[in-house]
């Protein structure tokens, strides 16, 4: 094929290539014919100035068609930034994240470390550790965690490492302190993170264990992901403390009450159980 220049995110121009399109097909779940098949109808109508945004919803219409779970898994970075715009789904999707992992969370804390008082997005504790989370959420495309975030959040977690806490009922020190976003980190960030041993996670990092991972292994797709809501449906939804798919078969019993069509609830229904199976 001939070469053709896109657009990403941020503004940046690169080379169109085929094979990045397939493997994130078949990364989400797509067999080889169906990425295949999906690969070549958008390279038949690549232009040059196109942007990965165009690119990407074009392939999720067409995933949408043939596979309607996969196609959900394929827009879960997507699906994770329409948790905004406040940020708040997003602490509690993380939130979700770490119960799984047999912490008790409570969202939105204020605790106090040596010197001054934090807001702390999330808070999560069990019997051997404490963990404070700075959740981090960005709902623009290409936005990058840069070492200026870093920086502030490590000069708060070590103001909070010399605090005392009293979750679980005990009184406690801080045992790890987690910076967690919903974007890539830029080089920057990651050399001082590492450096300062500040734990964090973003969407490619580390490369073991980073917030894709997270959510792919613990299968805790965002409601966001669900094709058959609308945008004023998923804001509702989030808002009511609904914020994971699975939320949605818990308190399917809700949804009319939230302003649902019960026709539609069977659809929503159908399309979530098709998603978490």
Same mark, same amino acid.
């Given at each position: 094929?001939?070469?053709?220049?896109?657009r &990403?995110? $941020?503004?940046?121009?690169?080379?169109?290539? #085929?094979?990045?399109l #397939?493997?994130?097909?078949s990364?989400?779940?797509? $067999?080889?014919?169906?990425?295949?098949e #999906?690969? &070549?109808?958008?390279?038949?109508?690549?232009?040059d @100035?196109?942007?990965t945004?165009? #690119?990407?919803?074009?392939?999720?219409?067409?995933?949408?068609?043939?596979?309607?779970?996969?196609?959900?898994?394929?827009?879960?970075r997507?699906?994770v930034?329409?948790?905004g715009?406040d940020?708040?789904?997003?602490?509690?999707? /993380?939130?979700?994240?770490?119960?799984?992992?047999?912490y008790e969370?409570?969202?939105?804390?204020?605790?106090?470390?040596?010197?001054v008082?934090?807001?702390?997005?999330?808070?999560?504790?069990?019997?051997?550790?404490?963990?404070m989370?700075?959740a981090?959420?960005?709902?623009?495309?290409?936005?990058?965690?840069d070492?200026?975030?870093a920086?502030?959040?490590?000069?708060?977690?070590?103001?909070?490492?010399?605090g005392?806490?009293?979750?679980g009922?005990?009184?406690?020190?801080?045992?790890?302190?987690?910076?967690?976003?919903?974007?890539?980190?830029?080089?920057t960030? /990651?050399?001082?993170?590492?450096?300062? &041993?500040?734990?964090?996670?973003?969407?490619?990092?580390p490369?073991?264990?980073?917030l894709?991972?997270?959510?792919?292994e613990?299968?805790?797709?965002?409601?966001?992901?669900?094709?058959?809501?609308?945008?004023?449906e &998923?804001?509702?939804?989030?808002? $009511?403390?609904?914020?994971?798919?699975?939320?949605?078969?818990?308190?399917?019993?809700?949804?009319?009450?939230? @302003?649902i069509s019960?026709?539609?609830?069977?659809?929503?229904?159908?399309?979530?159980?098709?998603?978490?199976?």
């Amino acid at each position: 094929m001939k070469e053709v220049t896109i657009r &990403k995110a $941020n503004g940046e121009k690169q080379l169109f290539d #085929i094979a990045k399109l #397939i493997e994130s097909l078949s990364d989400a779940g797509a $067999n080889a014919d169906v990425a295949q098949e #999906i690969a &070549k109808h958008i390279e038949e109508e690549l232009r040059d @100035g196109m942007t990965t945004h165009e #690119i990407y919803s074009h392939a999720f219409r067409l995933l949408r068609k043939s596979a309607r779970p996969i196609a959900a898994t394929y827009s879960i970075r997507r699906a994770v930034q329409e948790l905004g715009p406040d940020g708040f789904p997003f602490e509690r999707f /993380i939130a979700e994240i770490w119960k799984s992992k047999g912490y008790e969370t409570l969202t939105d804390q204020i605790v106090r470390g040596a010197c001054v008082e934090h807001e702390m997005d999330v808070v999560a504790w069990n019997v051997d550790k404490l963990i404070m989370i700075e959740a981090k959420f960005h709902n623009e495309q290409g936005t990058r965690s840069d070492v200026k975030t870093a920086l502030y959040v490590k000069a708060r977690f070590d103001d909070l490492f010399e605090g005392g806490f009293s979750y679980g009922g005990t009184n406690r020190h801080l045992d790890e302190g987690w910076l967690v976003t919903n974007t890539k980190f830029t080089d920057t960030a /990651i050399r001082y993170g590492e450096c300062q &041993k500040l734990n964090m996670i973003g969407w490619n990092y580390p490369k073991k264990g980073n917030l894709q991972h997270l959510i792919e292994e613990a299968g805790f797709h965002p409601l966001t992901a669900l094709s058959t809501l609308s945008k004023a449906e &998923k804001f509702i939804l989030l808002h $009511n403390d609904l914020v994971l798919i699975k939320h949605v078969l818990e308190r399917r019993d809700d949804l009319v009450s939230l @302003g649902i069509s019960q026709d539609k609830v069977a659809r929503i229904i159908e399309e979530a159980e098709e998603i978490l199976s």
